[in-house]
């Protein structure tokens, strides 16, 4: 296996994200904006945003992250994010025959998305 591709499954199996960030630094790309954006786990929303890593982390994506944004508030959309109860999707770990690992990192989501209240799941997460 690929000495990158090892690192990155360390990093989703002690960080839940690619990245090796620790969470509470996934909502970063936040402060940029000049509205805040609702926590899904606090309180109703009918859209939850699930980011995803990239999105979330990579800082050359953090300007369409925040256009993003800024389309869903100026389109009137109630939305909100996971804020650090959401962690990367486990798909590439899936695909490469990690399935317990997947399994950690879905069942982690499903733990968020149970504290969550919302209609309808957007994503900009391409996995």
Not at 10 to 16: A, E, F, N, P
Not at 23 to 48: C, G, M, N
Not at 83 to 106: I, K, P, Q
């Amino acid at each position: 296996m690929d000495k990158s591709f090892q690192e990155a499954l360390k990093s989703l199996t002690r960080y839940g994200n690619s990245f090796g960030a620790v969470p509470r630094l996934r909502p970063r790309w936040t402060e940029k904006l000049h509205f805040s954006i609702k926590d899904a786990r606090q309180e109703p929303v009918q859209y939850l945003w699930f980011v995803g890593d990239y999105a979330s982390y990579d800082p050359r994506v953090a300007d369409a992250t925040c256009a993003a944004a800024r389309v869903f508030h100026g389109a009137g959309l109630d939305f909100g994010i996971l804020y650090e109860g959401e962690c990367n999707s486990g798909n590439d770990a899936r695909l490469a025959g990690e399935d317990g690992l997947f399994e950690a990192l879905r069942d982690k989501n499903l733990r968020s998305f149970a504290k969550a209240h919302f209609d309808e799941v957007v994503t900009t997460d391409p996995a």
